[in-house]
């Protein structure tokens, strides 16, 4: 992305320090390792001396820590700045402040989107909306998402230097490229309201100075929240439906630009080559239509 956009994507491999305060942090520890080396992914157990010289930020309450060196990070609304302006030196076109109504059907074919005053013919339509796939007419079934609110706070501390991700059990903190240090996130049901709340703030930065006592005397400099896309089982809706040319990619929840590249290159892969190279069939979104009760008659107790 950067290379076509000529734009950063705030890109950090630095890794990821997660820390645990758990009393058990032997068994914590071999869970946590056993997992990701399960999945060929590199983790190292650290005593919580060794994770507090990596990460002097740290606080002394931690036990001990997990080094994830592989893992890295990325300004979202960056990347998404970055994305836009490769699409359209790539050749695509885009329709600003123009949002689909809803899918074009000839039959059993889509034929592109109903925009708010126009439609767009396309061989392939991929919905891929977020938490806002459903309201697109004709896209429930296949993507009955909601949205999930998670609320942000962006800090700055000068005396404070964070070089990696540091997770704990309640919080996450992401150190930017600019020098802010990014806390998150609440995970709430409320509809598409994205108000940020006392109670989620506060929740956050209770976290993040148990986490990191050093951000007490941050200052906070953003407050925001942003709607994630939830499926009913919480997994990806990913693939085509059973209306040809049509293909969904949403319901990413919490893990939307971490899955980002894989969710492109598959949909890619299906579209140019009508195969995909990693299995896919559990997200496809026709397992809700599958998992429709058959009516039954309801008595009451």
């Known amino acids: ?86 699409a359209q030196r790539s050749g695509a076109e885009i329709f600003a402040g123009n949002g689909a109504r809803g899918v074009w059907r000839e039959g059993n074919r889509c034929a592109g989107l109903m925009l708010q005053d126009e439609k767009v013919q396309a061989k392939w339509t991929i919905v891929a909306a977020g938490c806002f796939s459903a309201a697109i007419e004709g896209i429930a079934p296949f993507a009955p ?17 964070v070089e990696r991700v540091l997770w704990s059990e309640k919080v996450y903190l992401v150190p930017r490229n600019d020098g802010r240090i990014v806390a ?25 100075i148990e986490l990191a006592p050093g951000l007490a005397n941050a200052r ?32 990413h929840f919490r893990s939307g630009i971490l899955l980002t590249p ?15 190279s990693v299995d896919w069939d559990r997200f496809s979104p026709l397992r809700f239509q599958a998992a429709k009760p058959e009516a039954t008659n309801k008595t009451s107790a």
Not at 145 to 152: I, S, Y
Not at 184 to 208: C, H, M, P, Q
Request: proline share 5%; glycine share 8%; aromatic share 4%.
């Open 220 to 251: 906070i400099e953003e407050t925001w929240a942003g709607l994630r896309p939830d499926s009913p089982d919480h997994l990806p809706i990913l693939g085509p439906t059973d209306v040809e040319g049509l293909l969904m990619a949403t319901g």
């Open 262 to 276: 894989i969710t492109a290159r598959l949909v890619r892969e299906w579209i140019t080559e009508q195969r995909v």
């Open 184 to 208: 998150g996130a609440t995970v709430e049901y409320a509809g598409f309201d994205k108000r940020t709340t006392a109670g989620g703030i506060e929740k956050i930065l209770s976290a993040a």
């Open 145 to 161: 998402v909601r949205p999930a609110k998670g609320q942000m706070v962006a800090l700055r501390a000068d005396d404070l230097q």
């Open 1 to 86: 992305m950067e290379e076509i956009s000529g734009k950063s994507t705030g890109f950090r491999p630095k890794g990821t320090l997660e820390a645990i305060f758990s009393r058990d942090t032997k068994a914590e520890l071999s869970t946590i390792i056993a997992l990701h080396h399960g999945m060929g992914l590199k983790a190292e157990p650290l005593r919580a001396e060794d994770a507090r010289e990596l990460e002097p930020a740290l606080s002394e309450e931690v036990e001990a820590a997990v080094l994830r060196p592989e893992e890295a990070s990325v300004d979202n609304r960056a990347l998404t700045a970055a994305i836009l302006e490769a």
